[in-house]
């Protein structure tokens, strides 16, 4: 089964707008990361928070982790047309190896 | 730096064949994962490699699916025999940095079972 769960499924918006993904899952973490997957290809890293910070940024990326709430999200501002994807958050146990449960994702439509 | 590598990109194979895929890790990597993704999905984790040993296959269906990274380094994934529910991407990842927590993907395999 997977722990994490996105909202909306799917979101679409116009070149230049804001996407806010949310994502909420059921078990203590070490981390949580979010990942892109365009369309056919592999998933790319973007952003990793730790279970003991509450916001991050990276580029136009901004990130939440809300441990009480068991909930993340992730905005996109300014957003572009490459910004189409689906994008997976992923909860990281403790151990070794920090096994990853990836939930539905989030379908991205960004139109120019 | 080079990438996670598989192969083959597409497979398409019948139900009840036999099929294996492949996979070559960013070099220096110790963990080695892989993974299912259905169509419309996120990616399940099978199982998890550190170096040549198993660390968690709990999602790894054994009666028709093995695994194994016999140097450390490479790895194949086997389905045999394959049923129609194995059509799918499996993809493979591996680990970096002190805790290992960032995951790097290569591009999967695409599997289709008729």
């Known amino acids: 089964s997977q722990q994490g769960e996105e909202d909306p499924q799917a979101l679409s918006i116009q070149e230049g707008e804001n996407a806010t993904m949310n994502c909420s899952y059921k078990?203590?973490?070490?981390?949580l990361q979010w990942y892109r997957q365009n369309s056919g290809r592999g998933l790319v890293h973007l952003i990793l928070?730790?279970?003991?910070?509450r916001e991050k940024h990276s580029g136009r990326l901004r990130v939440t982790l809300d441990t009480s709430k068991k909930s993340s999200s992730l905005l996109i501002t300014a957003s572009r047309a490459a910004d189409t994807a689906s994008y997976f958050c992923a909860t990281g146990a403790r151990g070794a190896g920090n096994m990853l449960t990836f939930g539905g994702g989030t379908r991205l439509m960004v139109k120019p | 730096e080079a990438g996670v590598a598989q192969s083959p990109r597409y497979k398409i194979i019948e139900k009840r064949q036999s099929v294996a895929f492949w996979c070559n890790p960013i070099s220096g990597h110790a963990t080695l994962y892989w993974y299912q993704q259905i169509l419309g999905q996120g990616p399940k984790l099978l199982i998890q490699?550190?170096?040549?040993?198993?660390?968690?296959d709990s999602q790894l269906p054994k009666d028709r699916f093995s695994a194994e990274r016999l140097k450390g380094v490479d790895s194949t994934l086997k389905i045999q025999p394959a049923k129609l529910e194995d059509s799918a991407v499996y993809l493979c990842a591996s680990g970096a940095g002190a805790h290992q927590e960032t995951q790097y993907f290569g591009p999967g395999t695409r599997l289709l079972v008729l």
């Open positions: 078990t203590s973490i070490n981390n």
């Open positions: 490699f550190q170096n040549n040993g198993v660390v968690d």
């Open positions: 928070i730790r279970s003991n910070e």
